[in-house]
Structure formats: structure tokens, C-alpha cells
């Protein structure tokens, strides 16, 4: 079975324009979330969807991020427009609904878009 | 707010000697641990959940700990190779308050020595 997917993996931007990451997360995941990790720094959550809807948006940094999960499928994160403090690895994860997972939230992540901006 | 902290040095040690490494938490009390392994160029992959009732998992050569009195855990990898190098993460877990957000510790790296 194929894991979580993401698109890009690399991705080098200037500042101010625009960019888009795609997740694919593992069939029959209604859980996906976004991480990310800037240089130095520790892995941080950004946000949580179940199905289409956003549960959690708490670590979302500001208004120039947008994720959408359309279908409750893939999801996408938008950064517009881009800064430099945007750089770092972003890492999309998905996991079991919780009466699936015996009450685990094991998650399962994908490599990462690692996103420059210059 | 949470703070949880890794020892940022790395770990190097010979190989079939037991690796240990920790990780401390301050401001929260998690009902579970979890514990992955990251290889440079790809993301986390879960390694172990421990609940705080459990006080200690074991998975083949892998150990976990849970003091929720030190609020610390301890990862212990058994006879270790090379090809455990890579850097450990643990997360506090807090399914147990409806949220899933896993909060990550730095890592630390491990290398085991031929």
C-alpha cells in the first residue's frame, strides 16, 4: 500500500509569489495534517482536517497560509505571498479515525516538501 | 506553554552497546508518548506509543519508559547497529484531550559505531 505522498519535493520560490504543496495521504485516512520544520527547529504542527472539514488550525502561523482538503482526499497548502521566514520542510501526515485505530493517533508522515525562499 | 526538550548533542556510540536517550517535558501532563525515527531527506516514522499507566513498552530491541513524576521518558535501543543511526523524536500526544496534535521534540541524533 502506498504511503503519504507529497508534491513537490523541493520547491524554490522568490519572495512574494506564490506556492502550493500537495498532500495524497494513505487510502481510508480521514485524519491529514500539516507540519512543518524551519531551520533549527523542531517539527511543529500546523494544522488538522477529518474528511474535508478543518478540526484544528491552532498552529496555523498567519493569513498567508490557506490548506484546503476538498473531497476529504488530498489537501493542498497555499503560502501567498511567500517570505523568507516560510523556508523549511513541510510535512503533510495522515492517520486512521480513532474507532479505527484502537484509540492510537499513530501517524504516518510523508518526506516532505522542503520549500526556499529566496 | 509545553516545552519538551531532547539532548541536541548527538549520541555516538559503539555498535551492540545499548543507546539510551531522553526526553524531558515541562507545563503538561500527557496521558501518552510517542516516540519516531527520522532519516535525513524523509519525515518521522512512528516507532512507539507508551501510555502513562504503562510505565514501560517494549518493541524487539526498543525500550520505553514513562516517569510522569520526572516527567520524563527514556528510549532505550538494545544491542544496537548501524543501522539504527538516525535521529529519534518524541512527541506528547494528546489524544486523550480530543486534540491530535502531536508537539515534537528537536531529536536527537544517534550513531552507532561499527
Known amino acids: 500500500e502506498a504511503g503519504v505522498t507529497q508534491f513537490p519535493s523541493h520547491s524554490v520560490i522568490e519572495k512574494g509569489q506564490t506556492v502550493t504543496l500537495r498532500c495524497d495521504p494513505i487510502?481510508?485516512?480521514?485524519?491529514l495534517y500539516w507540519y512543518r520544520r524551519v531551520m533549527g527547529k523542531e517539527i511543529k504542527f500546523l494544522l488538522h482536517f477529518v474528511k474535508e472539514s478543518k478540526q484544528d488550525e491552532s498552529g496555523m502561523p498567519n493569513n498567508r497560509f490557506l490548506a484546503e482538503r476538498t473531497g476529504g482526499t488530498y489537501s493542498t497548502l497555499k503560502v501567498q505571498p511567500a517570505e523568507l521566514e516560510d523556508s523549511g520542510v513541510y510535512f503533510c501526515?495522515?492517520?486512521?479515525?480513532?474507532?479505527?485505530?484502537?484509540?492510537?493517533?499513530?501517524?504516518?508522515f510523508g518526506p516532505g516538501t522542503r520549500l526556499t525562499v529566496l | 506553554s509545553q516545552k519538551i526538550e531532547q539532548n541536541s548533542e548527538a549520541l555516538n556510540i559503539q555498535e551492540g552497546k545499548t543507546a539510551t536517550l531522553t526526553c524531558n517535558y515541562t507545563?503538561?501532563?500527557?496521558?501518552?508518548l510517542q516516540w519516531y525515527r527520522q532519516d535525513p531527506g524523509r519525515g518521522p516514522v512512528f516507532l512507539l506509543l507508551i501510555r502513562e499507566n504503562e510505565k514501560e513498552k517494549r518493541k524487539e530491541r526498543l525500550k520505553v519508559t514513562f516517569d510522569t513524576t520526572l516527567k520524563q521518558s527514556l528510549f532505550h535501543i538494545t544491542a544496537s547497529q548501524p543501522a539504527d543511526s538516525a535521529t529519534y523524536l518524541c512527541a506528547l500526544d494528546p489524544i486523550d484531550t480530543g486534540r491530535r496534535a502531536l508537539t515534537f521534540g528537536s531529536g536527537t541524533r544517534l550513531q552507532v559505531q561499527p
Open positions: 501526515a495522515s492517520s486512521l479515525p480513532t474507532g479505527l485505530a484502537g484509540g492510537y493517533n499513530e501517524q504516518f
Open positions: 507545563n503538561y501532563s500527557p496521558a501518552y
Open positions: 487510502s481510508g485516512h480521514d485524519n
